[in-house]
């Protein structure tokens, strides 16, 4: 595998990983944005608002990589992101477990297992926000290289977090 190949995996597990963020750490709720406005996302705000740095470690493991990140605000205020990917190449499955932990120690995770099939892949995800709501994503894709088309069913599954009064 030529170096420029892991460079762009590597840009690709950043793009899904800040995706995973904002789809683990999102809201749904519509009175985040305004009328006629797209839904804002707290996500955002997991990472320091402003000025901020940022320091990535990667490192190479027998059976994949792991990759952590952490930004640190103007503030002093931090967000953590630990994430390992681990590739079965004899049963080809990828699995990949992300962790968040925000500035107030407020964690999320997510999960994804990939298994390539004959004609595509499928995946299962689970995302637990900082809250306790879990979203479960399955996709099932499917690949007809004959007609050089693709078509993925996808199905959500949202528990809302529990309300702190119990009720």
Do not use: I
């Amino acid at each position: 595998m030529t170096s420029t190949t892991n460079a762009n995996r590597m840009r690709r597990l950043a793009v899904a990983g800040a995706l995973g963020l904002v789809l683990t750490l999102g809201s749904s709720g519509p009175a985040l944005a305004g009328p006629g406005k797209p839904h804002a996302s707290p996500a955002h705000k997991a990472r320091p608002a402003g000025s901020h740095t940022r320091h990535t470690e990667v490192q190479r493991t027998e059976q994949g990589h792991t990759r952590n990140d952490t930004w640190t605000g103007q503030n002093g205020r931090t967000v953590q992101r630990d994430a390992e990917v681990v590739n079965d190449r004899a049963n080809q499955v990828r699995t990949r477990d992300v962790q968040w932990t925000g500035p107030q120690g407020r964690q999320a995770t997510r999960t994804d297992v990939t298994q390539r099939t004959d004609d595509g892949y499928t995946r299962d995800s689970t995302a637990t926000g900082p809250r306790g709501g879990t979203v479960e994503r399955g996709v099932v894709a499917t690949r007809d290289r004959d007609a050089g088309t693709w078509v993925k069913d996808v199905t959500v599954e949202r528990t809302p977090p529990p309300r702190p009064n119990g009720n």
